[in-house]
T-cell receptor
Framework: KQEVTQIPAALSVPEGENLVLNCSFT??????LQWFRQDPGKGLTSLLL?????REQTSGRLNASLDKSSGRSTLYIAASQPGDSATYLC???????????FGKGTKLTVNP | EPEVTQTPSHQVTQMGQEVILRCVPI?????FYWYRQILGQKVEFLVS????????KSEIFDDQFSVERPDGSNFTLKIRSTKLEDSAMYFC????????????FGPGTRLLVL
């Protein structure tokens, strides 16, 4: 059974800092991995999708990497801003399955 | 930009009552999903739906749950007889192609069962 773990559970940084969020998964036979942002009481906003054949994806100040063989992904946020404060979730999908399996998330606070 | 919408945003119901949660997926998408998130816990997959039938479901999705696409735009989740433990945020999602594309999530319906 696939398990997804995100460390740390919470992170507080000063504005302008570069930071890395970690995601690990137990079954490396994934098809893709998706990073989401969740604001309090709100839905999930997709940030980046990495296919299993890819090593990384970039969107603006965000860069996600994938090391499928070791069961790890990182989300790098450059020059963090207070507006980046949210919970960041990673989710993996196995080939042949419909479902995303989520981690519990990392709650990020960026202090002005 | 197209988005998934859900109604209602909040629903309060009594235990044992039936509830229907509604979703309008992105218009050209073919795959539809329901997930739920109990407060403080992980987002969990419930069911996926394609070509007017369930394509995959989790062990959570028992006989109390059903899904339907009653017309060309809506996608519904029905809980027949709600339990206290059904209290959660329910998210609808859709994607254009099963495996290669992003799943886009709606804002959620917060269900409270009393």
């Amino acid at each position: 059974k696939q398990e997804v773990t995100q460390i740390p559970a919470a992170l507080s940084v000063p504005e302008g800092e570069n930071l890395v969020l970690n995601c690990s998964f137990t079954d490396s036979a994934i098809y893709n991995l998706q990073w989401f942002r969740q604001d309090p009481g709100k839905g999930l906003t997709s940030l980046l999708l990495i296919q299993s054949s890819q090593r990384e994806q970039t969107s603006g100040r965000l860069n996600a990497s994938l090391d499928k063989s070791s069961g790890r992904s990182t989300l790098y946020i450059a020059a963090s801003q207070p507006g980046d404060s949210a919970t960041y979730l990673c989710a993996v999908k196995k080939g042949g399955s419909e479902k995303l399996v989520f981690g519990k998330g990392t709650k990020l606070t960026v202090n002005p | 930009e197209p988005e998934v919408t859900q109604t209602p945003s909040h629903q309060v119901t009594q235990m044992g009552q039936e509830v229907i949660l509604r979703c309008v997926p992105i218009s050209n998408h073919l795959y539809f999903y329901w997930y739920r998130q109990i407060l403080g816990q992980k987002v969990e997959f419930l069911v996926s739906f394609y070509n007017n039938e369930i394509s995959e479901k989790s062990e959570i999705f028992d006989d109390q749950f059903s899904v339907e696409r009653p017309d060309g735009s809506n996608f519904t989740l029905k809980i027949r007889s709600t339990k206290l433990e059904d209290s959660a945020m329910y998210f609808c999602a859709s994607s254009g192609y099963r495996e290669r594309e992003t799943q886009y999530f709606g804002p959620g319906t917060r269900l409270l069962v009393l």
